[in-house]
């Protein structure tokens, strides 16, 4: 392999999380669930989001925890109330042991700090939904929404078989990407709902392909995007037109240094095209 190929091996490392990482995370999370399973009934309480199918980047942001409430339990009733009830019981709840546990949306986070390996975790309640997936608080429109991040993990299970298990690092390359030009894409899941579709195997080169995703997902990033569990509405409805073009044009331009790095690598001058990808990567990309 050639010395951008070594880079890339060594990225691929860099992005993964540590033992080191897991264990925190694994010991914050139980603690959280262990606590609110002892104070409501819970049908059941699993790990969700880009954390459970391994498509996280570092630092970890968040790390999504899904507490299912009983239907026939104590808290049976906040089904029947406004969304924000149920997040504000939650708060309350959470409050009891961690004093800075704050409503966020559809969840209520709870953060360790900026410079923490794990910065929050953000814990969701939800009810299962009879036909399948489960249903979460909504409270900016005051309803229930469908989701199963199930589906969403056992999609990325199949589709990274599929590639050879080159997929989940290609994500992750990706979305460290957006991290990287302050993550004009949002949510982060979008790119992971583009790569689906877009990501064929076998997978190249991972320069190769970043260059193909990046391109194509600039032409495309206004398209509709639907949930791929086939519940929510389209991943990339909480952008905004003016959100939308400003993400094409980071990735365009993102693109145009990924296409210059291989461009420099072709030619020879390795260490410039690794100056390049240093630009998409940052301290993430490591001389190998």
């Known amino acids: ?135 979460i608080p909504n409270p900016s429109a005051g309803d229930w929404i469908a989701t199963n991040p199930k589906r969403h993990h056992e999609l990325s299970i199949a589709k990274n078989a599929d590639c050879d298990g080159k997929y989940v690092p290609f994500v992750k390359m990706v979305k460290g990407i957006n991290r990287e030009l302050g993550e004009p894409v949002s949510p982060s899941f979008l790119l992971e709902v583009m790569a689906q579709s877009l990501v064929k195997p076998p997978i190249g080169r991972y320069q190769d392909e970043i260059v193909l995703f990046l391109a194509t997902a600039a032409e495309r990033i206004g398209d509709e995007w639907p949930d791929p569990a086939g519940l929510g509405g389209d991943v990339n409805a909480v952008m905004n037109a003016t959100q939308r073009l400003a993400a094409a044009n980071a990735l365009t331009q993102a693109r145009a240094i990924a296409e210059r790095a291989v461009d420099l690598e072709d030619e020879g001058q390795e260490r410039a095209a690794y100056d390049e990808w240093k630009k998409l990567f940052g301290n993430r990309m490591t001389r190998p």
């Open 1 to 135: 392999m050639g010395y951008i190929d070594d880079a890339f091996t060594k990225l691929k490392h860099n992005l993964e999380i540590t033992q080191t990482e897991q264990n925190l995370a694994k010991a914050r999370h139980e603690a959280i669930r262990d606590f609110v399973r002892s104070h409501w009934d819970l049908a059941d309480d699993f790990l969700t989001g880009s954390y459970r199918r391994d498509t996280k980047t570092k630092k970890l942001k968040d790390i999504d925890i899904f507490v299912v409430l009983d239907a026939n339990g104590s808290q049976a009733d906040f089904r029947d109330q406004a969304p924000i009830q149920v997040i504000n019981a939650l708060e309350t709840l959470l409050r009891q042991k961690w004093s800075a546990a704050a409503r966020d949306g559809m969840a209520v986070v709870i953060p360790y700090g900026p410079d923490d390996e794990v910065m929050s975790i953000d814990v969701v309640p939800a009810f299962k939904r009879g036909e399948g997936g489960y249903y």
